[in-house]
C-alpha cells in the first residue's frame, strides 16, 4: 500500500477558546500554565490569531497575512524536520494587537516546508530570547490556544517528482529480515530509479539501510541488501528518481529539497510503503 509521509497534520493548529480554569488572569494577557503539555504562555482564542497562505512557493520570503497577539510578539520560522520545529529560518517582530502583511525575510530554507509559531517577547525587549536546547526555560516561548501551539505549517518549496498514475509503484509484502535481505515483489518507476530503504523514526524515514538501482519499467522479486545494523519493527520502502549523475544515488536526508536523487510522487502521495520486517 501507498503511504502520504507528509506530515502537515501533526503541526498544532489554533482552536477554540481556552478552558483552564485560573490559567489567564486578564483575558488580554497570556499567562503559564500547570499543563505539561502546555509550555509556552496560554492565550485565548480571540487575543490570539495566526493566519496565513498554506502555499507560498519560494524561499526568500514569506507573507504572514494577519497576527493577533496579546502582547508583543515575535514570528518565528522554522525548517520542517518531520513535522517538528528544526533550525529557525526566519524571524520577524510585532507589536501586541493586529499586524497584516508582515513579511518574514528567510534563510538557508532546506526543506519543502516551514513552520510558522507565534512566540511572545517576554525576555529583553525587542532581543528574541528563546533556546531550542531549553525551550521551557526560556522567556520568549510560544503562544498556546486551547491546549495548542499557535502554529501553521506552510509549503514553500515542492518536494519530490511528480508521477502520472499508473507509471510508479511499489509492492513488498511484511517479512522477517534477518538474512540481512529485503525482497521487493514490484517496483515500477517511468525512469532509471533507486529503491530506497529507511529505518523507521517515529513514523517518519529514519538512516537508510538499503539502496538499489533499477531501470525504467518494472521490476519483479527485487533483492535489496542491508546495512548490518539494528532494524526497527518496519522499515520505509520508497522509489527516488535517477535524475542527477547517472547511477550515483544523489539525495541527502538533511538537504531533501535540494537533492537531485526525490522520491517519486503520484496524486500528492510519495510512492512508499512501509513494511514489518520483526
Not at 54 to 72: I, K, M, W
Amino acid at each position: 500500500m501507498r503511504i502520504t509521509l507528509k506530515r502537515a497534520a501533526m503541526a498544532a493548529i489554533l482552536a477554540g477558546a481556552l478552558a483552564l480554569t485560573g490559567c489567564v488572569a486578564n483575558p488580554l494577557d497570556a499567562e503559564t500554565s500547570d499543563d505539561p503539555d502546555v509550555w509556552g504562555y496560554v492565550a485565548a482564542a480571540e487575543n490570539a490569531q495566526l493566519e496565513i497562505a498554506a502555499e507560498q512557493l519560494g524561499t526568500d520570503e514569506l507573507v504572514v497575512d494577519r497576527v493577533l497577539a496579546p502582547g508583543d510578539a515575535w514570528i518565528v520560522v522554522h525548517a520542517d524536520d518531520n513535522g517538528k520545529p528544526g533550525m529557525r529560518v526566519g524571524l520577524a517582530h510585532v507589536d501586541k494587537g493586529e499586524s497584516t502583511d508582515v513579511r518574514v525575510a528567510l534563510e538557508d530554507v532546506t526543506t519543502a516546508k516551514v513552520i510558522v509559531a507565534v512566540h511572545a517577547d517576554r525576555g529583553e525587549a525587542g532581543e528574541f530570547d528563546f533556546d531550542m536546547m531549553n525551550p521551557t526555560m526560556s522567556p520568549d516561548r510560544p503562544y498556546f490556544v486551547d491546549r495548542a501551539e499557535l502554529a501553521l505549517v506552510v509549503t514553500v518549496r515542492e518536494f519530490g517528482v511528480k508521477t502520472g498514475e499508473g507509471t510508479a509503484a511499489i509492492e513488498v509484502a511484511d517479512q522477517g529480515a534477518s538474512a540481512g535481505t529485503l525482497t521487493i515483489d514490484r517496483a515500477l518507476a517511468p525512469t532509471d530509479a533507486w529503491i530506497v530503504v529507511h529505518l523507521d523514526d517515529e513514523g517518519a524515514p529514519g538512516q537508510r539501510v538499503g539502496l538499489l538501482h533499477i531501470p525504467a519499467g518494472e521490476t519483479l522479486n527485487a533483492i535489496v541488501e542491508l546495512e548490518p545494523l539494528p532494524l526497527t519493527e518496519k522499515v520505509f520502502v520508497a522509489i527516488h528518481a535517477d535524475r542527477g549523475e547517472a547511477g550515483v544515488f544523489e539525495f541527502d536526508m538533511m538537504n531533501t529539497i535540494n537533492s537531485a536523487d526525490q522520491p517519486f510522487f503520484v496524486d500528492d502521495e510519495e510512492v512508499a510503503t512501509a513494511v514489518a520486517v520483526k
